[in-house]
T-cell receptor
Framework: DTAVSQTPKYLVTQMGNDKSIKCEQN?????MYWYKQDSKKFLKIMFS???????INETVPNRFSPKSPDKAHLNLHINSLELGDSAVYFC??????????FGPGTRLTVT | AQKITQTQPGMFVQEKEAVTLDCTYD???????LFWYKQPSSGEMIFLIY??????QNATEGRYSLNFQKARKSANLVISASQLGDSAMYFC??????????FGSGTRLLVRP
């Protein structure tokens, strides 16, 4: 019974391609997030949705587009992938402003 | 200025001993939350403990406790009776007025047998 799941776990693709990462949570939480962890392990928020509405949109290239079809799902679509997009992407969820529960992460490698 | 500072990039501790991981934060908000997460080598992020800025008592969760010193703006994590499985990266994080967490750079803890 995984609380926050992400697919795929690993994603290897070439520069210029478009890819998507899917996230689902079964915790009944109202808020979901995308974080990026770089090669130095630094974690930074990218986006957040609360009840399907975008509430946080950090300084992220517009090649990144989140989509929340319902409050249990938050997908991340990335256009025209670049080498610098290589990172681990984490999805997370929370109820209101309390602790956030993270998915297992998706390791994206752009070659 | 950094919002969350973890000054110990790496630490060692002997198995069964206690260890303190340092975290200082910077905020002008009165209402905020402080969190600690563990990231083992397998990569997942595991929530450990939470402290609200208005909580008068230090948070505890099993072997984890948070030493919250509001005036000094510090929120150190104390792990008692270290186990080999505690070897991991530990991240301190803060939530201010919004939903987003701001993370520190992490401390890598290695527990020696």
């Amino acid at each position: 019974d995984t609380a926050v799941s992400q697919t795929p776990k690993y994603l290897v693709t070439q520069m210029g391609n478009d890819k998507s990462i899917k996230c689902e949570q079964n915790l009944g939480h109202d808020t979901m997030y995308w974080y990026k962890q770089d090669s130095k392990k630094f974690l930074k928020i990218m986006f957040s949705y609360n009840n399907k509405e975008l509430i946080i949109n950090e300084t992220v290239p517009n090649r990144f587009s989140p989509k929340s079809p319902d409050k249990a799902h938050l997908n991340l679509h990335i256009n025209s992938l670049e080498l610098g997009d290589s990172a681990v992407y984490f999805c997370a969820s929370s109820q209101d402003v309390y602790e956030q529960y993270f998915g297992p992460g998706t390791r994206l490698t752009v070659t | 200025a950094q919002k969350i500072t973890q000054t110990q990039p790496g630490m060692f501790v002997q198995e069964k001993e206690a260890v303190t991981l340092d975290c200082t934060y910077d905020t002008s908000d009165q209402s905020y939350g402080l969190f600690w997460y563990k990231q083992p080598s397998s990569g997942e992020m595991i929530f450990l403990i939470y402290q609200g800025s208005y909580d008068e008592q230090n948070a505890t969760e099993g072997r984890y406790s948070l030493n919250f010193q509001k005036a000094r703006k510090s929120a150190n994590l104390v792990i008692s009776a270290s186990q080999l499985g505690d070897s991991a990266m530990y991240f301190c994080a803060m939530r201010e007025f919004s939903y987003k967490l701001i993370f520190g750079s992490g401390t890598r803890l290695l527990v020696r047998p």
